[in-house]
């Protein structure tokens, strides 16, 4: 059976091309629920595959998320925008994260350092 998720375990350590493939086949799983969408993202993210995770977090907003998945997937947007230098979208994807969940922590943190 493959897992829908892989753990962090894959991602950080010595096999991300296994990670990659796991996330890739959770997608497949369940190409309708944005949380695969958002994990994948987020593997992305952190190894700077900047046009991979925007591609990943767009399909998590078109995957009918649930308030915390559209939160997760604007912040990655943001995150994305400015570790790229673009101040003004990366602000307006972190609004747009605490506009969807006003819990998030990261989002509030990350808007807050570019005022």
């Known amino acids: 059976m493959r ?3 892989p753990t962090w375990t894959f991602t950080r350590a010595m096999w991300p091309e296994f990670a990659e ?3 890739l086949a959770g997608i ?20 700077e595959r900047w046009a991979d995770a925007t591609a ?12 915390r998945s559209t939160s997760i997937a604007h912040y990655g947007l943001g995150v994305v925008h400015q570790k790229n230098g673009r101040a003004e ?12 969940n006003p819990d998030n922590a990261e989002a509030k943190k990350a808007l807050a350092s570019l005022k």
């Open 3 to 5: 897992l829908a998720i």
């Open 21 to 23: 493939k796991e996330f």
């Open 28 to 47: 497949t799983v369940r190409p309708d629920n944005a949380v695969p969408y958002n994990a994948t993202g987020s593997f992305y993210r952190r190894r």
């Open 56 to 67: 990943m977090y767009e399909k998590a907003l078109k995957a009918n998320p649930d308030a």
């Open 89 to 100: 979208p990366a602000k307006a994807e972190f609004a747009a994260a605490l506009a969807a």
